[in-house]
């Protein structure tokens, strides 16, 4: 289980960390991903941390903006996101998988275990 915090209505152009903290336990052993969705639209792929926090991915519109880490303790996933844009506004959720494998899949199939979201709003 995870949950988001951070949502925000921001201006553009500007900064937000949003956080995904594991409800039980830690992400030892979990791949944890932001996906995000706006209204009418699917969820897509934002960003991925492996479990040993050694790998990492991003999706191209987000590349060079965000950035995806872990907590040395294992219990906090965090995604810094800065040049904030329009097009960023959606509902992000954090979702995690059990695996111990450096792979990062981007689909949201496989992932098991999602937050409710938090809502990221960026203004013009």
């Known amino acids: 289980q995870v949950a988001e915090s951070g949502g925000a209505l921001v201006r553009e152009g500007d900064s937000l960390r949003l956080s995904c903290a594991a409800s039980?336990?830690?992400?030892?052993?979990?791949?944890v991903a932001w996906f995000r969705q706006r209204p009418g639209e699917k969820r897509e792929f934002v960003a991925a941390?492996?479990?040993?926090?050694?790998?990492?991915s991003y999706a191209d519109s987000v590349k060079g903006r965000f950035t995806i880490s872990g907590d040395n303790a294992k219990t906090t996933v965090t995604l810094e996101m800065n040049s904030l844009k329009v097009e960023d506004t959606a509902v992000y959720f954090c979702?995690?998988?059990?695996?111990?494998?450096?792979?990062?899949?981007?689909?949201?199939?496989?992932?098991?275990?999602w937050g409710q979201g938090t809502q990221v709003t960026v203004s013009s």
């Open positions: 941390i492996s479990w040993s926090g050694r790998s990492t």
């Open positions: 039980r336990g830690t992400f030892s052993h979990y791949t």
């Open positions: 979702a995690s998988r059990d695996s111990v494998y450096e792979f990062l899949p981007t689909e949201t199939g496989v992932y098991g275990y």
